[in-house]
C-alpha cells in the first residue's frame, strides 16, 4: 500500500476534508461498482482503488499516518471486516441510494403506493386575428383519463377491495441477496406481483376492468382573454388527468394559434398598415379613411408628406394581455407614382415643372439611330 496517491485516486487534492472524501468515494463508488459493471475486470479493479483509499482517508489515525510519511502500516488485504473497509454506507443514507441507480428499485416502489398527480394535458386553439385582439370564449373538448365512478377508483369490484400483496407484504419491493467477490449485497427491485402497487385486486370492477380509472371526453369553456398571440399558452389547472391514489389532477394547457389578418401586420402589441395616396394628395395634403380593428376613422396627411412616412394612431393597437392600455396603430403612407401617363397628365406635370423652375427637357430619352451613331 506504499507509495499510493490516496487523494489522486479519488480525485482529490491532498488534505481534502472528511465530507470531501466522502462525497468522491460516494460518486466513485456508485460508478465502479462491480453490479453496475458485471464482467468489467478494469471497474472492479478500480473499485477496489478507490474502496482502499477511502479505507485509508476515512479513518483519522490512518489518514494521519498516510498525510506524514506516504504510506501506512496494517492489513494490507485492503477490506475489513464486511469486504468493504468499514464503510458505513448508512452515512450515505442507507443501500438504497447507491442500489437505486443500480437496479432501478430504491423507493419507488414505496411512493406508487402514496397519492400520485394525473399527468397534464395540452390543446391548441386556432382564432382569428379578430378574436385574438378582443378575447372570446371557446368551447373545446378534450379526452381525459377520469376516476372510475362505479369503484371510485380503487380498481376492485363493488362490495370488494384491495388486498395486501402476498409476496412484497405491500411494500411495493422485493430485496434480492447476491454474492460477489466483494461481499454480499441486497438490492431491491419492484415486485412483479402487484407491479409495486403493494397491493393485489382479487375482483377487478367490471366497469374499469381493475384499472381504476376510464377515458371520457369532456367539454370545457375557456375564456380567452383579448390580446393573446401565436405561442401563448392558458393554464387550466386540474382539468387535466385524474390522479391516482387520491393523488390530485394534472393541468390542461391550452396553446393559442392565430391566423394572420389580411389588413393588418401585428408587431407585439402594435399593429401596422399601409394607405396607398397619389402624388397630388401627398403634395398638397388630404384626409383619409384608415381601417382599425375598432372600425374605419379619418386622418389628416400634411402637404408635402414623403412616401414612407409613418402616422401614429394613439391607443388603436392590441389590448395588453390581463392588463390595462392598449398598443398604438401606425399607418404607413405610400405616395403612388403614375405609371403610363396620357397626354393631359404629361402637359400638366411639365407645366408645374416649368412653375417650379426646372427645365424640362425630354421627358422620355431619345433613342439614336445608326445615322446618329455616324455622325
Do not use: W
Not at 166 to 174: R, S, Y
Not at 334 to 362: R, S, T, W, Y
Amino acid at each position: 500500500m506504499a507509495n499510493k496517491d490516496y487523494y489522486a485516486t479519488l480525485g482529490l487534492e491532498k488534505g481534502a476534508s472528511d465530507e470531501e472524501i466522502k462525497k468522491a468515494f460516494r460518486k466513485l463508488a456508485i460508478k465502479y461498482h462491480p453490479d453496475k459493471n458485471q464482467g468489467n475486470k478494469e471497474a472492479e479493479n478500480k473499485f477496489k482503488e478507490i474502496n482502499e483509499a477511502y479505507q485509508v482517508l476515512s479513518d483519522p489515525e490512518k489518514k494521519a499516518t498516510y498525510d506524514r510519511y506516504g504510506t501506512v502500516d496494517f492489513d494490507g488485504s485492503g477490506f475489513g471486516a464486511g469486504g468493504f473497509g468499514g464503510f458505513d454506507f448508512s452515512e450515505m443514507g442507507g443501500f438504497g441510494d447507491i442500489f437505486e441507480s443500480f437496479f432501478g428499485g430504491g423507493g419507488s416502489g414505496r411512493r406508487r403506493n402514496g397519492p400520485q398527480r394525473g399527468s397534464d394535458l395540452e390543446y391548441t386553439v386556432s382564432l382569428t386575428f379578430e378574436e385574438a385582439v378582443f378575447g372570446v370564449e371557446r368551447e373545446i373538448s378534450i379526452d381525459r383519463s377520469e376516476n372510475c365512478e362505479t369503484c371510485k377508483g380503487s380498481g376492485a369490484k363493488e362490495g370488494t377491495s384491495k388486498k395486501t400483496c402476498p409476496t412484497c407484504n405491500g411494500q411495493g419491493q422485493v430485496r434480492v441477496q447476491r454474492q460477489t467477490p466483494l461481499g454480499s449485497f441486497v438490492s431491491t427491485s419492484t415486485c412483479n406481483t402487484c407491479n409495486g402497487t403493494g397491493s393485489v385486486i382479487e375482483e377487478p370492477c367490471t366497469s374499469c376492468h381493475g384499472r381504476g380509472h376510464v377515458r371520457k371526453t369532456r367539454k370545457i369553456k375557456v375564456n380567452i382573454p383579448a390580446g393573446v398571440d401565436t405561442g401563448n399558452v392558458m393554464p387550466l389547472r386540474g382539468q387535466g388527468n385524474h390522479g391516482t391514489n387520491d393523488g390530485p389532477p394534472g393541468d390542461l394547457y391550452v396553446r393559442i394559434n392565430v391566423a394572420p389578418s389580411k389588413k393588418f401586420v401585428r408587431k407585439g402589441n402594435d399593429i401596422y398598415i399601409d394607405s396607398h395616396i397619389s402624388m397630388g394628395k401627398a403634395a398638397l395634403g388630404t384626409e383619409i379613411t384608415v381601417a382599425t380593428v375598432d372600425g374605419d376613422v379619418k386622418y389628416t396627411i400634411p402637404a408635402g408628406t414623403q412616401s414612407g412616412t409613418l402616422f401614429r394612431l394613439k391607443g388603436k393597437g392590441v389590448p395588453r394581455v390581463n392588463s390595462s392600455g392598449r398598443g398604438d396603430q401606425y399607418v404607413k403612407v405610400i405616395v403612388d407614382i403614375p405609371k403610363n401617363l396620357n397626354e393631359k397628365q404629361k402637359d400638366a406635370l411639365k407645366a408645374f415643372m416649368e412653375a417650379c423652375g426646372e427645365n424640362v427637357g425630354e421627358t422620355t430619352p431619345h433613342k439614336k439611330g445608326l445615322k446618329d451613331l455616324f455622325k
